[in-house]
């Protein structure tokens, strides 16, 4: 079983910085793969970035590359999200996930959901 809980969110103004952190329980399970998503109200969980928890290669959604950095920490099993020159267009419920397998774009692709946290930026 694998439980993830996050934190980190909070309230900022546009061009803020806030990091998110996600507390992974790894019991008997391999995880390949973790990522962060984000939902804002009616729409769909979108994709953000992902990284490879063994090798740490990243990966990135078009509209935080350049600004978001993922990464993690093997020996306290976390998950970071570092997000800089934030934008109002940035606010969401932000998910932390696990994937047994390396594909990492969808929601579909990931087994195992922390509870989101909130993230507001204002303009």
């Known amino acids: 079983q694998v439980q993830l809980v996050e934190s980190g969110g909070g309230l900022v103004q546009a061009g803020d910085s806030l990091r998110l952190s996600c507390a992974a329980s790894i019991r008997t399970f391999s995880v390949t793969t973790m990522g962060w998503f984000r939902q804002a109200p009616g729409k769909e969980r979108k994709f953000v970035a992902a990284i490879f928890w063994s090798g740490g290669d990243t990966y990135y959604a078009d509209s935080v590359k350049g600004r978001f950095t993922i990464s993690r920490d093997n020996t306290k099993n976390s998950l970071y999200l570092q997000m800089n020159s934030l934008k109002p267009e940035d606010t969401a419920v932000y998910y932390c996930?696990?994937?047994?397998?390396?594909?990492?774009?969808?929601?579909?692709?990931?087994?195992?959901w922390g509870q989101g946290t909130q993230v507001t930026v204002s303009s």
């Open positions: 996930a696990a994937a047994k397998g390396g594909y990492y774009r969808t929601p579909i692709d990931y087994n195992y």
